[in-house]
């Protein structure tokens, strides 16, 4: 009689994709491959980073808020590309990229106004699901002041993933991995709200 015990694999993709993420989350490769999502998501990439910050905060709780700054580090040099790319290549890469992530060029000329006006702002919106990358392109492209432009950014990335993600990883880490095990299906369901809700928001903030 064989002492192996099988154990059920987790049913759907995303139940799939979640276990694939958590086993490689402490991967020697892990901490790299997070600061290239960063990096990529702040600039040019539709994938937000916290597909994989979420999981390896919850992989290693005692390592949530080192795991956090180093994702907000990149983040905010992966800005400055984005920034780049509104300011200085907008007619070519900056236009090229808008169409290939279908996002109507009334949502850009929305923020390049509301930032050229109030560049604070990016703080505000930089805590949204709205994709970071459309805040940096839009910052660059309102000649927003590139040392104010660092500030906002660090300021807004810090919070978002230092003092709200990280922060509660840390001191809920077990308790938070367990709701998001059992109610997975709701709370994608539940990003994907805000995201809409982040892209309203953009209209009226």
């Known amino acids: 009689m064989s002492d192996s015990v099988n154990v059920e694999a987790p049913k759907g993709p995303l139940r799939r994709l979640y276990a ?5 989350a402490r991967g020697p490769h892990a901490w790299w491959a997070l600061a290239a999502f960063a990096f990529a998501e702040a ?22 808020l080192a795991t956090a700054a180093w994702c907000t580090f990149w983040s905010v040099m992966g800005g400055m590309l984005g920034y780049a790319i509104g300011a200085l290549f907008w007619k070519t890469l900056g ?18 106004h509301k930032y050229a006006l109030h560049a604070y702002l990016i703080i505000v919106q930089g805590l949204t699901p709205v994709p970071y990358k459309l805040v940096t392109i839009s910052a660059g492209l309102a ?20 003092l709200l993600e990280g922060a509660l990883v840390y001191l809920f ?22 995201v809409i809700a982040g892209f309203i928001l953009l209209r009226y903030l």
């Open 20 to 24: 694939w993420m958590m086993e490689n």
């Open 43 to 64: 600039s040019f990439f539709p994938i937000p980073p916290d597909v994989m910050l979420l999981p390896m905060m919850l992989a290693d709780r005692r390592k949530a």
């Open 95 to 112: 236009l090229w990229l808008i169409g290939v992530l279908h996002v109507p060029l009334s949502e850009v000329e929305n923020l390049r």
């Open 143 to 162: 000649n927003v002041p590139f040392v104010a432009f660092m500030l906002y950014s660090a300021i807004t990335r810090s919070l978002r993933f230092i």
């Open 173 to 194: 880490g077990d308790k938070a991995r367990m709701f998001l095990e059992r109610y997975m299906e709701a709370a994608l369901i539940v990003f994907l709200l805000l």
